[in-house]
Nanobody, 122 residues
Framework: QVQLVESGGGLVQAGGSLRLSCAAS????????MGWYRQAPGKQRELVAAITSSSNTDYADSVKGRFTISRDNAKNTVYLQMNSLKPEDTAVYYC????????????????WGQGTQVTVSS
């Protein structure tokens, strides 16, 4: 079984910074692309940032220049550094990882974290 555990959310004033972490553990054969999504009340879940196993990155236009995604493959961990936060960044942030489980390495499966709340006050 594979688990994704997130940490680092909280309440911050506009212009502030937060760093989210997501650690994957369990029966991992290989860890492929990882990413962060967010969902605000009444809105659909959207991609914030993604990073491949070779550390190529992609960002939503709304966070380019403010957020940075990175990963530590030795720790099976992905990070999201969020700077210059805005009230519209308020949402539940979810970690996603595409993983080949040791129990079935032929399948690439999407796993999700439990979500962490980020609230930016104006």
């Amino acid at each position: 079984q594979v688990q994704l555990v997130e940490s680092g959310g909280g309440l911050v004033q506009a212009g502030g910074s937060l760093r989210l972490s997501c650690a994957a553990s369990g029966s991992i054969f290989s860890l492929n692309a990882m990413g962060w999504y967010r969902q605000a009340p009444g809105k659909q879940r959207e991609l914030v940032a993604a990073i491949t196993s070779s550390s190529n990155t992609d960002y939503a236009d709304s966070v380019k220049g403010r957020f940075t995604i990175s990963r530590d493959n030795a720790k099976n961990t992905v990070y999201l550094q969020m700077n210059s936060l805005k009230p519209e960044d308020t949402a539940v942030y979810y970690c996603n990882a595409r993983i080949r489980d040791r129990r079935n390495i032929l399948r690439l499966i999407d796993y999700w974290g439990q979500g962490t709340q980020v609230t930016v006050s104006s």
